[in-house]
């Protein structure tokens, strides 16, 4: 990985006029053992406390179900009006007697799709998402390899599912950072179905149960996602709120209870919306940097965010914002406009901050035997032949 210095001149010049730190940094911490505060629109992440370390998803998993059921959807294979068939394992294993959260289908019926998906969100089901599972793939072990698949596609790098239900396996884990990658893309990729993770409440067999996510309730403006739960993982939550104008998903897991779970959730996403200020530094197409390119028809290619970027940054912090540039060298012709090739690192206090993907903002095609030959030179100058 190459590294160019950004330059804190250049930051500080682009906005100077529109934001000063003042003299102290706000610290921010939280009792959950893991934990991450991602922005949306970029993915950055805000608040990390071992986001990328291995841990057990429980119920949060039904996310990556709920992901893989959204995009069967919305490539039509399957129909909202589906009926799926509740099988013994479904009713057994996933059921009332299994005493874990339940829709209370009853053996050998049928329910719709979309009264699956209901259950899966707002009582977390076991049935329910074991159903949808069988129904889409015939197994949950074959509908694990498409939420695998699924996952690798969206660029989850530390999970592994083994069922639909997050019930406790040893194979099946996650982070928090995945956890937060999973409900930024089902916000982002399935609008016509995020809506369900706030409704309040879902009937099914005469039996009414309330949302799980008891920070719908409390003014945050909390609209989803995820609660999950077992004895030996404790209490975790995916959350988010658009509640500023600046949507924010945070993932915590490893809590004591419900009423810390609820607690700690709140305090990380009212810091998030209310420790940070946006500041519009470039516009949509402008070059943030260059990166070399080796053999190419030019010697290099502009670097520019998908859309403006924006810097999230602490109020009160110190010493901030300086960046850095990094990407993969020697980058190789033919390159495509559109490809990400870097990444911007925006410092706070020594600490990374934002995380910003960039993207070559031009083509390059492959270059003559005189650029190649000259590139060769260059490239083996510095060590990277």
């Not at 799709?113 to 069988?134: P, T």
């Not at 924010?248 to 810390?260: C, D, F, N, P, R």
């Not at 999230?312 to 990407?327: D, I």
Request: hydrophobic share 45%.
């Amino acid at each position: 990985m190459r590294l160019r210095n950004f330059g804190l001149k250049l930051l500080v010049a682009l906005f100077a006029v529109c934001w000063t730190a003042s003299a102290h940094a706000q610290d921010f911490d939280t009792k959950a053992p893991f934990a991450v505060l991602m922005d949306y629109e970029s993915g950055t992440i805000l608040f990390n406390k071992a986001g990328d370390e291995q841990l057990e998803p429980a119920s949060m998993a039904k996310l990556m179900t709920l992901a893989v059921v959204f995009d069967q959807l919305q490539s039509k294979k399957l129909q909202p009006t589906d009926e799926f068939f509740i099988s013994e394992h479904a009713w057994r294993d996933g059921g009332a007697s299994s005493g874990g959260s339940t829709m209370f289908a009853e053996l050998n019926s049928k329910i719709p799709v979309m009264d699956l998906v209901r259950s899966v969100i707002i009582q977390s089901g076991n049935d329910a998402a074991i159903a949808l599972a069988e129904g889409i793939a015939g197994s949950e072990l074959s509908f694990a390899q498409m939420m695998n698949q699924l996952g690798k596609e969206i660029g989850l790098s530390g999970s592994n599912f083994v069922n639909s239900t997050g019930l406790p396996d040893p194979a099946q884990f996650s982070t928090a950072r995945d956890l937060a990658t999973i409900a930024r893309f089902i916000i982002a990729q399935f609008p016509e179905y995020y809506p369900i993770f706030s409704e309040k409440e879902f009937t099914w067999n005469k039996i009414r149960q309330m949302n799980r996510n008891s920070l719908l309730e409390i003014g945050i403006g909390v609209d989803g996602l995820k609660t999950g739960h077992t004895e030996a993982a404790g209490y975790g939550e995916v959350v988010s709120t658009a509640a500023t104008g600046r949507r924010l998903i945070a993932v915590l897991h490893g809590l004591k209870s419900m009423t810390e779970r609820t607690e700690e959730a709140r305090k990380l996403v009212t810091w998030g919306t209310r420790g940070f200020e946006l500041i519009p530094v470039f516009p949509e197409g402008s070059a943030i940097s260059h990166a070399d390119v080796y053999g190419g028809s030019a010697g290099q290619v502009s670097l520019v965010g998908k859309g403006s970027i924006d810097l999230f940054l602490p109020k009160g912090a110190q010493n901030c914002p300086q960046a850095t540039v990094t990407y993969k060298a020697p980058i190789r012709p033919p390159v495509q406009k559109g490809d990400q090739l870097a990444q911007l690192n925006v410092m706070c206090n020594g600490a990374v901050v934002q995380v910003t993907p960039l993207y070559a903002g031009e083509d390059v095609a492959d270059g003559d035997i005189v650029r190649k030959a000259t590139d060769a030179l260059k490239e083996l100058a510095l060590g990277w032949l």
